[in-house]
T-cell receptor, first 113, second 114 residues
Framework: DGGITQSPKYLFRKEGQNVTLSCEQN?????MYWYRQDPGQGLRLIYY???????QKGDIAEGYSVSREKKESFPLTVTSAQKNPTAFYLC????????????FGSGTRLTVV | DQQVKQNSPSLSVQEGRISILNCDYT??????FLWYKKYPAEGPTFLIS?????DKNEDGRFTVFLNKSAKHLSLHIVPSQPGDSAVYFC?????????????FGKGTKLSVKP
């Protein structure tokens, strides 16, 4: 079955540590995205990538980094520079144009203590 | 500044009645609109979409209406079922999606009471 997989489902990290969230898709989608969800804030775009080896900052990229070395993978690193990293992180992919809609992963809940 | 607004954070309806979720947008370049449904601790799932060349799109119990002059769209669910209880996000894209990403509203939490 084709889909998009985020791992782990829950992640705990100490303050000041970098952490990498995994996102893998086998849908052969060109574009991939990272969103963050906070209560009352909806979905806010962190980074997106439309092709391999290329990515763009979204609305809230500060404190985050990404890489897109393979079409299937788009890992997100939450660095110690991110002021409020505790949130629910969602990865998504699309064929190309956003008009086709996104397929979302099931999310990773990151808690920094 | 929010380009996609869902002004009602929550909505409660009785099972069997109609649910109407509203969404307003400010960017006149938006030409494609989507609704997503999200359960807690899960990723959103696509529900229904509409192009700006239409004013209505229907899929089973779900109908989306678009009023371009008012920059307003709404999602109607008839009849509402308890399983419809979730957060609903409105999303928009511009120039055929070439902008590269969807702009989401903050969501409306729908509760359908048995």
């Amino acid at each position: 079955d084709g889909g998009i997989t985020q791992s782990p489902k829950y992640l705990f990290r100490k303050e000041g540590q970098n952490v990498t969230l995994s996102c893998e898709q086998n849908l052969n989608h060109d574009a991939m995205y990272w969103y963050r969800q906070d209560p009352g804030q909806g979905l806010r775009l962190i980074y997106y990538s439309q092709i391999v080896n290329d990515f763009q900052k979204g609305d809230i990229a500060e404190g985050y980094s990404v890489s897109r070395e393979k079409k299937e993978s788009f890992p997100l690193t939450v660095t110690s520079a991110q002021k409020n990293p505790t949130a629910f992180y969602l990865c998504a992919s699309s064929i190309g144009s956003a008009n086709y809609g996104y397929t979302f992963g099931s999310g990773t809940r990151l808690t920094v203590v | 500044d929010q380009q996609v607004k869902q002004n009602s954070p929550s909505l409660s309806v009785q099972e069997g009645r109609i649910s109407i979720l509203n969404c307003d947008y400010t960017n006149s370049m938006f030409d494609y609109f989507l609704w997503y449904k999200k359960y807690p601790a899960e990723g959103p799932t696509f529900l229904i979409s509409i192009s700006s060349i239409k004013d209505k799109n229907e899929d089973g119990r779900f109908t989306v209406f678009l009023n371009k002059s008012a920059k307003h769209l709404s999602l109607h669910i008839v009849p509402s079922q308890p399983g419809d209880s979730a957060v609903y996000f409105c999303a928009a894209s511009a120039r055929g999606g070439s902008q590269g990403n969807l702009i989401f509203g903050k969501g409306t939490k729908l509760s359908v009471k048995p």
